[in-house]
Each structure stands twice: as structure tokens, then as C-alpha cells.
């Protein structure tokens, strides 16, 4: 079969199923970014950069933006068709960013596949949670019902969908539930996994930690309120008071990757750095920015605990390498977290919002890893059962593609 691809940051979710297709004999092809630098397992081609949208209201921007990404999208697959002859047999795509829309008026009889991340829903997910940071209540339900507008638009045109999770599916209304498949893009358990080796230096400290060290670990993509950074930072400053010998360290960019961006010139990082330095040791506190996955990897294999929160959003593949690592995970009690940690069966699970609990978790953590060694364990095997890339999510996830979508 020829297979193409779609992704803005290709190969985005795609990295371990687009090579095993083509090393299947698929003919796999990749349309991305022009401006995506990243390195490909397979052959690319790109798009143009999409015009800058300027338009009002500001409620069409979103979807104006989405408009003029399919539109470069379908350009480059005119071109794609009338000049190379290529159509392919199965497409499949993340909507998030619009470059499915126009697909189908350009090769109308393939197989149209969409990647349901996520559905926004202006109650019980992420728009209504986190009071601190609350907009007028119309007008967040407005501004959300706007932004679905988009991915509703392609899975009405996709034949079939794919959520990693139960709880990310579960987003989409039941209109729409019924095309999508759930399988997890799956965690390499034969990488991540526990290294009684493995090492941690601190860039520009003589500070290196290895696995039985009293070290802490923060994860996310950005530092932000949407991944808890905020409930994470106020509630370390009790915990290295009580645990002079731990280390935090942190992982994540300045940026935000989801929420909305701060206010003022300071970053999130910033500025719930400063509502409690005054109250830390920041000698033992280490802002490790973005680093390559081995970096990341060793993180986890050095950690005695490792935090995760979430608002009810898209789960983070590092909770899931977290456990496959053997981290004692504590982790927020949210709907997507509650799919993958059983509290005290494979991990713990704490209130978001509740600082003193975390606090106080996170320090028994670090206190006495010898009484949650089987938690660790048992995370661990869960990982390896439910997740695995090659024995579990990999076979299932060529099913679905080579099957143009057909429940697996």
C-alpha cells in the first residue's frame, strides 16, 4: 500500500509505526512543515509555511489559521498528484492544526485516518478546572466551543480515528465516538527501563547522581500551569526543608506549550520561581531546561520519586516511561491519570491543588523508598503489559493502518 503521513512536526506520534510500515514493504511517505527540521524515519515531502492569519473576530482566528494550513496542505498534494502521480492508498493525519481538511478533494478515494488527540469541551476538562486561572465563564465556553470547530470538521471527514488513551476518546461526543480505535502510540520498555548503571551529571555543578540518590524529578514539555508546575513549586519548599539532602530537579522549557501565556514579561517558570525562592535552597534545586532523551532517561532511572501532574488534558508519554523506568510515581488524582495509576497498587495519586499533600507525599517519598519498592515493581509490569511498543501497541497500531482503520 502507499501511505502517507501528515504531520506539522512529523514524525510526531508517528516515529516507531511509519518505519514499521515501510519495513513491511508499504510504500510510507511523510507531508510535513517546511520549517520542520526534524529528522525523518522515512521519505518527506513538505508544504509552505502558512500566511499569517490577521483577521477579527478573534473567535475565527483559530479556525481561519486551520483553513490556511489545509489550504498549503492541499497545494503541495495537487502537486504531490499531478506531478509526481503519487495518490495513496491511506492517509493518515493529526487534525489538531487543519492539515487534514482539504485532503479530500484531492485524492477523494483514499482512506482518510485522523489521530483524536483530544476534544475540547468547555466543562469537566481542562477549561473549567484550575479556578486560579479562570476566564468569565461565557466567555470561556464561547472561546471553547470556537476552537472544536476544526477538529469536528475532520473527524466528520475522517473514515476512521485513533486516541492513545480511553480518557482522551472519551472526549470526542458520542456522535463521533464510534469511529475512533483506542491503542497508545506505546512506550520501548526494552530502553526505558530500570538501569542500576545509569548517571545524572548537573551541568555546571560537580554534582552527578546515580539510582539511590535522594533526587526528585518534575517532567513537562513547558513549565506551566496546565502540567501543575504551579502546585509542584509550592509545595517543594516543605519538602527540601524536611529532606536535606534531596535534590529537585526540572525538566521543561520556559514557553508554554498548551494554556494560555502569562501575564507580564515573566515566564511561568518565573514566576512561580519567585513566589517561593525566598523559601528554597535553590543550591538543590536544578532547571534542567529541554534536554535529548538520553539525558531525560537517565533522569528517570536516577529518581527516587517522580511528580507528575496534569490538568484533564492529554497524558504525557513521560508518566508512562516514568513507570516503565521503575519511578515511584506520585502523580495528581485527574481522569487521565487515573486510567494508568491504581493509588498505592502502582503509584500514588494526590489532589492537584492540595499543596500540603503533596508535600507531605513527596517527602514520605524520598523518606522511605525501600516501603514503595513494590509499587515501583508493579508500575513497571503494568507498562510492560498494557503499553509495550513491540509486544503490545506496534502490532496493533499496524493493524489499524493496514486495515484503513477498521476496529483492531
Not at 458520542?174 to 512506550?187: A, F, M, N, S
Request: proline share 8%.
Amino acid at each position: 500500500m502507499k501511505i502517507l503521513f501528515v504531520h506539522q512536526n512529523f514524525p510526531g506520534q508517528f516515529p516507531h509505526l511509519a518505519p514499521a510500515l515501510a519495513a513491511r514493504g508499504h510504500e510510507v511517505m511523510a507531508l510535513t512543515a517546511e520549517t520542520n527540521q526534524r529528522p525523518s524515519p522515512v521519505k518527506v515531502m513538505k508544504y509552505r509555511k502558512p500566511a499569517e492569519v490577521t483577521i477579527e473576530p478573534r473567535l475565527s482566528k483559530l479556525y481561519a489559521e486551520c483553513c490556511e494550513r489545509g489550504l498549503k496542505v492541499a497545494l503541495a498534494a495537487r502537486q504531490m498528484r499531478d506531478q509526481l502521480g503519487y495518490v495513496p492508498d491511506v492517509i493518515f493525519g493529526h487534525p489538531g492544526w487543519g492539515e487534514t481538511l482539504f485532503l479530500r478533494e484531492i485524492w477523494p478515494q483514499a482512506k482518510l485516518l485522523v489521530y483524536a488527540e483530544l476534544m475540547y469541551q468547555t466543562t469537566g476538562l481542562d477549561t473549567d478546572f484550575d479556578p486560579e486561572f479562570a476566564r468569565p465563564a461565557l466567555d470561556s465556553r464561547i472561546s471553547t466551543t470556537a476552537r472544536a470547530a476544526h477538529l469536528i470538521q475532520a473527524m466528520v471527514q475522517a473514515d476512521a480515528a485513533l486516541s492513545p488513551t480511553e480518557f482522551q476518546a472519551a472526549t470526542f461526543p458520542p456522535e463521533l465516538r464510534g469511529k475512533i480505535t483506542v491503542c497508545h502510540d506505546g512506550v520501548n520498555t526494552q530502553t526505558v527501563r530500570p538501569d542500576p548503571q545509569a548517571r545524572l551529571d548537573i551541568p555546571g555543578t560537580t554534582l552527578s547522581f546515580r539510582p539511590g540518590d535522594e533526587v526528585l524529578s518534575f517532567v513537562n514539555r513547558s513549565l506551566e500551569p496546565y502540567r501543575g508546575y504551579h502546585s509542584f513549586m509550592r509545595a517543594l519548599p516543605d519538602v527540601l526543608a524536611a529532606r536535606p539532602n534531596a535534590h529537585a530537579v526540572i525538566v521543561g522549557d520556559e514557553g508554554q506549550s498548551y494554556g494560555a501565556a502569562p501575564p507580564g514579561d515573566k515566564s511561568w517558570k518565573q514566576i512561580f520561581l519567585d513566589e517561593v525562592q525566598d523559601r528554597l535552597d535553590l543550591s538543590r534545586v536544578h532547571f534542567l531546561g529541554r534536554v535529548p532523551y538520553p539525558t531525560f532517561l537517565s533522569l528517570l532511572q536516577v529518581s527516587r520519586v517522580h511528580a507528575y501532574l496534569t490538568y484533564p488534558f492529554v497524558l504525557s508519554w513521560s508518566l508512562m516511561e516514568a513507570m516503565a523506568a521503575g519511578c515511584h510515581v506520585v502523580a495528581s488524582d485527574t481522569a487521565p491519570v487515573r486510567e494508568v495509576i491504581r493509588p498505592g497498587e502502582n503509584g500514588q495519586l494526590v489532589d492537584f491543588f492540595d499543596i500540603p499533600a503533596w508535600s507531605a507525599r513527596l517527602t514520605e517519598a524520598l523518606a522511605e523508598p525501600e516501603s514503595f519498592a513494590p509499587l515501583c515493581q508493579a508500575a513497571r509490569r503494568d507498562i510492560v503489559a498494557r503499553y509495550d511498543l513491540h509486544s503490545h501497541c506496534l502490532p496493533r497500531l499496524i493493524d489499524f493502518v493496514e486495515n484503513a482503520g477498521r476496529p483492531v
